[in-house]
Nanobody, 120 residues
Framework: QLQASGGGLVQTGGSLTLSCRAS????????IGWFRQAPGKEREGILC????????YYAESIKGRFTISRDNAENTVYLQMNTLKPEDTAIYYC???????????????WGQGTLVTVSS
């Protein structure tokens, strides 16, 4: 199972670091994708990190602001979010897959997500 945490309320321009911690399996063998779902919208893939540590961006709007990293020793993937905007407000989820993909339908081990609210 994966558990996302670290969300909260932040002002426009602020930063947050989300964590995605794995339990019950070893993170080393999986790519981890971050997704978000804004109110009234579909869940979208935004970023993924492969087993080798390379990252793939799926959302143009986060390029230059969000970065992803992993610490296999801690069984955790991090999402560093800078220069946050109100449109980043969403529930953020992480999920696993062997290879990165933008399609949420091919991921599994979804956690409950963590809410990020960016005030204007």
């Amino acid at each position: 199972q994966l558990q996302a945490s670290g969300g909260g309320l932040v002002q426009t321009g602020g930063s947050l670091t989300l964590s995605c911690r794995a339990s019950g399996f070893t993170l080393d063998y999986y790519s981890i994708g971050w997704f978000r779902q804004a109110p009234g919208k579909e869940r979208e893939g935004i970023l993924c990190i492969s087993t080798s540590g390379s990252s793939t961006y799926y959302a143009e709007s986060i390029k230059g602001r969000f970065t992803i990293s992993r610490d296999n020793a801690e069984n955790t993937v991090y999402l560093q979010m800078n220069t946050l905007k109100p449109e980043d407000t969403a529930i953020y989820y992480c999920a696993r897959r062997y290879l990165c993909s933008s399609s949420r339908h091919s991921y599994n081990s979804w956690g409950q997500g963590t809410l990020v609210t960016v005030s204007s």
